[in-house]
């Protein structure tokens, strides 16, 4: 029988945040550098897919288009199977055992690699829905508007500034699909590193986690979004300071304080994110083989009444 999903409170989505900014206190080097490493490996990704854009003098409107979506979708792909190398290496600091930076490739060792990446998939498949949403929702000039806006802006003249025709129900599409998209997706990761499920039963359980625990699972969204627009102001601001006093001794060096700053605050996202994806599988969802694999005491379940058979 499929284990139950377990239905937690409300104010439990606070605790998955919290406990996941504190776990730069395990192991701050593997964790963080896996975390950069993940940056890296994702700049090279995509500096491979535009190189293109680079090669060729002139590129029509549509090349550019076409050359960012194929560089999308190899992101896509890839970054499923690096966060779920993330959240590996989260959980053996998080249960005190040893482990490196590199372990961020750990996927590949334990052969989760496909299954991880289609997941990107789900995600573009998700992004496309929305899209169909918002198209309907925008009007049918809005996305020509749109485009003369971004041949504007590219040649520096911008004209006009495009406005939905239903702005309450494009918002409510990008709502869903942000949460969706976290909670079915960011979700599934563990459960197809850790629970060995496969593509299809960890979407399906993360699907009905995300209903069962709508409360909890938005209230750690929204909690965890507010933080992470504070503190990217907080960052922007200091950034344009270091940029202006380092940009006083060499324009490079302001620069470079600057991309420092930016790459800890990206750091810390990916951590956090990670983080509190992972202490909502392990709340949720796993059993006990699963958590004394990573350490810690599993949660028990609640009463009968309380389980969500998937």
């Not at 090349?63 to 970054?79: D, N, S, W």
């Not at 989260?90 to 289609?118: C, K, M, N, W, Y």
């Not at 995600?123 to 949403?133: K, N, P, R, T, V």
């Not at 869903?176 to 399906?204: E, R």
Request: hydrophobic share 55%; glycine share 8%; aromatic share 10%.
């Amino acid at each position: 029988m499929t284990p139950p999903i377990r239905k937690v409170p409300l104010t439990r989505g606070a605790q998955w945040l919290l406990r996941a900014i504190n776990l730069g206190t395990r192991n701050p080097r593997a964790i963080f550098g896996a975390a950069l490493l993940l940056i890296a490996v994702l700049y090279l990704v995509m500096y491979v897919f535009t190189m293109p854009l680079r090669m060729q003098s002139e590129l029509d409107l549509e090349g550019l288009f076409r050359i960012l979506a194929i560089a999308m979708l190899a992101a896509a792909l890839v970054l499923p199977v690096l966060l779920g190398g993330l959240m590996h290496v989260i959980r053996e600091a998080e249960s005190g055992r040893p482990v490196r930076a590199r372990d961020l490739f750990a996927p590949l060792r334990l052969h989760r690699t496909l299954p991880l990446a289609l997941l990107g998939l789900i995600q573009i498949a998700l992004a496309l829905i929305c899209g169909s949403l918002l198209l309907w929702a925008t009007g049918e000039d809005f996305w020509a508007q749109y485009q003369e806006m971004v041949r504007g802006a590219i040649t520096g003249r911008i004209s006009t500034v495009p406005t939905a025709e239903q702005p309450a129900l494009v918002a409510l599409a990008q709502l869903l699909f942000y949460y969706f998209s976290t909670a079915v997706v960011l979700v599934s990761v563990p459960q197809i590193m850790f629970s060995g499920l496969g593509l299809s039963d960890a979407v399906k359980r993360s699907f009905g986690a995300s209903l069962w625990n709508l409360g909890s699972y938005l209230f750690a969204t929204m909690l965890f979004m507010l933080g992470a627009m504070l503190a990217g102001l907080l960052v922007s601001v200091a950034a344009l300071v270091v940029m202006v006093l380092g940009a006083s001794v060499t324009p490079m060096l302001g620069h470079l304080l600057a991309w420092v700053l930016f790459t800890a605050y990206g750091m810390v996202f990916l951590v956090v994110m990670c983080g509190t994806c992972y202490y909502a599988w392990r709340d949720v969802f796993a059993q006990d083989g699963d958590v004394a694999a990573g350490g810690g005491t599993p949660p028990q379940p609640p009463a009968r009444q309380d389980r969500f058979e998937a």
